[in-house]
């Protein structure tokens, strides 16, 4: 079935220490986000990528860096986790401009 | 204007029962409204979604019901089930420029059916 898929669905790192997610698909969509969700709260969106074309939302901390090698992968980069940065981290996809997202079952980071 | 306020923030139905949700929105070039639904630990997955050409859209027991004029949508579950229990979030779109549209997410209902 096609579907996005995020690895892994846990992840613990420490305090500073580096962590990368990923997400791959299998829709062939154009677009790629990132979203991360607090415990009862919206998803907020971190940023998106339009093939390669990066898009970056403006209150997205420095801290978090994303890359899209290809179609079908995309990546999550968080270069000194804080302990506020514990959350799900939603990747979703859409196929071009104002059509449906489509999201992953998430990566729970928990940072100690 | 990005806004969308998103009633009541949670909900106790008894199976069977109606479980109203209510949204409202700013922004008029808003001109797609999905909803999605939530279970604890997994992603968001879309329910049902209206544009704003059409009053109402209904797929089995999930109906949409939107007024243009006064920027308000909402989700009706009708025949509530245990099952339906879950975290419902409102979202708008607008057309942006080709990099893809952007959600802007309600603040989510968590919907309890009791049996």
């Known amino acids: 079935d096609a579907m996005v898929i995020q690895n892994p669905r846990y992840q613990v790192t420490q305090f500073g220490k580096p962590v990368t997610l990923s997400c791959s698909q299998t829709?062939?969509?154009?677009?790629m986000y990132w979203y991360q969700q607090k415990s009862s709260q919206a998803p907020k969106l971190l940023f998106h990528?339009?093939?390669?074309?990066?898009?970056n939302e403006a209150d997205t901390p420095d801290n978090f860096q994303s890359r899209r090698p290809n179609t079908s992968f995309c990546f999550l980069d968080i270069r000194s986790p804080g302990l506020g940065d514990a959350a799900m981290y939603l990747c979703?996809?859409?196929?071009?401009?104002?059509?449906?997202?489509?999201f992953g079952p998430g990566t729970r980071l928990t940072v100690l | 204007q990005q806004q969308v306020k998103q009633s009541p923030q949670s909900l106790i139905v008894q199976k069977g029962g109606i479980s109203i949700i209510n949204c409202a929105y700013e922004?008029?070039?808003?001109?797609?409204f999905p909803w999605y639904q939530q279970f604890p630990g997994k992603g968001p997955a879309l329910l049902i979604a209206?544009?704003?050409?059409?009053s109402e859209k209904k797929e089995g027991r999930f109906t949409i019901s939107f007024n243009k004029s006064a920027k308000q949508f909402s989700l009706h579950i009708m025949d509530s089930q245990p099952g339906d229990s879950a975290t419902y979030f409102c979202?708008?779109?607008?057309?942006?420029?080709?990099?893809?549209?952007?959600?802007?997410f309600g603040g989510g209902t968590r919907v309890l059916v009791k049996p």
């Open positions: 979703a996809t859409s196929r071009v401009t104002r059509d449906t997202q489509y």
């Open positions: 829709l062939n969509h154009n677009v």
């Open positions: 990528y339009y093939d390669k074309d990066f898009n």
């Open positions: 922004n008029t070039a808003f001109d797609y």
């Open positions: 209206i544009r704003p050409d059409v």
């Open positions: 979202a708008a779109s607008s057309r942006i420029k080709a990099a893809g549209n952007k959600l802007t």
